[in-house]
């Protein structure tokens, strides 16, 4: 039997307005983000520490905080709004790339960064292995799109800070 009440656990926001300048897209929310209602709450998670050390945020903000980076320009979503977890975990029938192609339709953010390359081949349709890092090939019905290694500390093996200064050059430069 499926818990209605444990359902609310498994969803994050959309941290959405029109005209982002930046709006990171992952995968699912981890069972930890969904359990406190924040983006990238693991402990282990890079992420936050990411964007300040690459020069996206002045300052290393909190989980807690994420809303507050609206004011920042940068927004927040996930392929799939229903499930938690690690991205084996997440079941095929709640990914919504139509859905999210859709928000990104609506609200038109000037870049959207895939925190991992799970996601992104999620949302290509094609092996994460045919999904290359860092800024990639313009498709004229998308804002830029980058594929940044995944800050999630289960994937501690393939990290690199590189795409993620890469990804800060190019907001920096399209201010």
Same mark, same amino acid.
């Given at each position: 039997m499926f818990d209605v009440s444990n359902a609310t656990l498994h969803r994050l926001p959309d941290q959405l307005l029109p005209n982002l300048r930046l709006v990171f897209v992952g995968t699912a929310a981890s069972t930890r983000s969904a359990e406190l209602g924040h983006y990238y709450a693991h402990p282990g998670n890079r992420f936050w520490r990411a964007i300040h050390e690459a020069g996206i945020t002045p300052r290393r903000y909190q989980p807690r905080e994420f809303g507050s980076l609206l004011e920042l320009g940068i927004g927040? /979503?996930?392929?799939?709004?229903?499930? +938690?977890?690690?991205?084996?975990?997440? +079941? +095929?029938? /709640?990914?919504?790339?139509?859905?999210?192609?859709a928000k990104m339709e609506t609200y038109r953010p000037r870049t959207i960064a895939f925190t991992s390359k799970k996601a992104a081949s999620l949302f290509y349709g094609r092996p994460s292995s045919g999904i290359a890092l860092g800024r990639q090939q313009r498709d004229e019905s998308l804002p830029e799109v980058f594929v940044l290694p995944s800050p999630s500390g289960a994937a501690s093996g393939h990290w690199t800070l590189e795409p993620w200064r890469e990804l800060a050059a190019w907001i920096a430069a399209t201010k």
């Open positions: 927040f /979503t996930d392929l799939s709004k229903s499930g +938690a977890g690690m991205d084996h975990q997440i +079941a +095929a029938e /709640t990914i919504d790339v139509p859905g999210f192609r």
